[in-house]
Nanobody
């Protein structure tokens, strides 16, 4: 199971750090990703990180502002979000890709957390 937390209401230009804690199995060999879904829109890719933290991929819309990281000892993946914009408002989900491949494709992720709401006011 994956449990996302850390969302909230923040003003534009502010920062938040999301956490995704895994339990019930060891996720250290999985690639992990963050996605987001705004009202009326499809879930979209935000960032992904390899099991060893050696590789990361970001959506163009968040590159340079968001940083994904993980602590395998804690079975936790993080998303640090800086310089937040109103268009970042969405429910953020973490997912686990069990083959270990970095992918931006939602369907490749076998496990999902419940989501945490991020709201950025202008």
């Amino acid at each position: 199971q994956l449990q996302a937390s850390g969302g909230g209401l923040v003003q534009a230009g502010g920062s938040l750090r999301l956490s995704c804690a895994a339990s019930g199995r060891t996720f250290s060999s999985y690639a992990m990703g963050w996605f987001r879904q705004a009202p009326g829109k499809e879930r979209e890719f935000v960032a992904t990180i390899s099991w060893s933290s050696g590789r990361t991929v970001y959506a163009d819309s968040v590159k340079g502002r968001f940083t994904i990281s993980r602590d395998n000892a804690k079975n936790t993946v993080y998303l640090r979000m800086n310089s937040l914009k109103p268009e970042d408002t969405a429910v953020y989900y973490c997912g686990a890709e069990t083959s270990g491949l970095l992918t931006v494709t939602t369907k490749r992720y076998a496990y999902w957390g419940q989501g945490t709401q991020v709201t950025v006011s202008s």
